[in-house]
């Protein structure tokens, strides 16, 4: 069952929201050729906990860091560590905050250093997919008219949508009903309600959408080896259309 969210709810969400967009805003001077993927994410831990909450994605199913960090062909739940960046790589950070039991989840793709043309067209039009898949909300829209909208722009520009990762309700779980796919037809799937709280995530690839998991147990990869990026936002249905918690 999908919820509806009290307003006191709306109110604490609003807040893990923007402590995750605020981590976003202050790690983004760090992304840079030669620093390590453990040492963004102890500043992401250090920054979340300085701001009165936990991170909600370090030991959720037994994930070991507190962010997601996603290199090049890695799609998602990258394992932070010793990998150092290099000019000319992309990284995604899948950042969570949990505030007085609720949560705000965001992911954004950043260049390290100046990257190719090819990863400057999948990091724009991946990011604009978001904010199509985003216009399709309102009160009584439905999950469906979320994902036709990322697929058919994806599409548009030649990039693979991934298929087997979905957006998802976010409230006292990071993950809540409903799946909210970046495909599908328009006036399918659940309806969505004012006071509604969902994730909406495109990953989309440079080649392929097919991807498949490393022996870690977590990182997932582009089956062709191209780039993949990530761009999601929290976001409030209100009655004519949505607000976004995770703003940066």
């Known amino acids: 069952m999908i919820s509806i969210k009290s307003e006191e709810e709306i109110e604490l969400l609003r807040i893990a929201g923007e402590i995750t967009g605020s981590t976003h805003n202050y790690i983004k001077k760090y992304i840079k050729p030669g620093v390590t993927t453990l ?3 102890r500043l992401c831990e250090e920054y979340i906990l300085s701001r009165g909450a936990t991170p909600s994605f370090k030991g959720y199913d037994g994930f070991p860091g507190t962010v997601c960090a996603s290199v090049n062909d890695e799609v998602v739940h990258g394992i932070p560590g010793n990998r150092v960046l290099k000019e000319g790589d992309i990284i995604t950070l899948d950042i969570g905050a949990c505030y007085k039991g609720y949560h705000g989840d965001s992911a954004w793709t950043y260049a390290v250093g100046e990257i190719s043309d090819e990863k400057k067209y999948l990091m724009e039009h991946t ?20 994902g036709y909208a990322v697929s058919k722009y994806a599409k548009e520009h030649n990039l693979g949508v991934v298929r087997e990762l979905v957006g ?6 990071v993950h809540e009903e409903p799946d909210v796919p970046n495909y599908g037809a328009r006036h399918t799937g659940p309806i969505l309600k004012e006071g509604m709280v969902i994730a909406v995530e495109p990953m989309l690839n440079l080649g392929t959408r097919k991807i498949y998991m490393l022996e870690d147990g977590w990182t997932i990869i ?4 191209k780039p993949s990026a990530h761009f999601e936002h929290t976001v409030l249905v209100t009655k004519d259309g949505y607000e976004i918690l995770t703003r940066r």
Request: hydrophobic share 35%; net charge negative.
């Open 168 to 173: 998802h309700g976010v409230g006292t779980d």
């Open 222 to 225: 582009t089956a062709d080896g």
């Open 127 to 146: 990011e604009k997919s978001l904010f199509k898949g985003l216009a399709a909300i309102h009160d009584g829209c439905y999950v469906g008219d979320i």
């Open 39 to 41: 040492e963004l994410d």
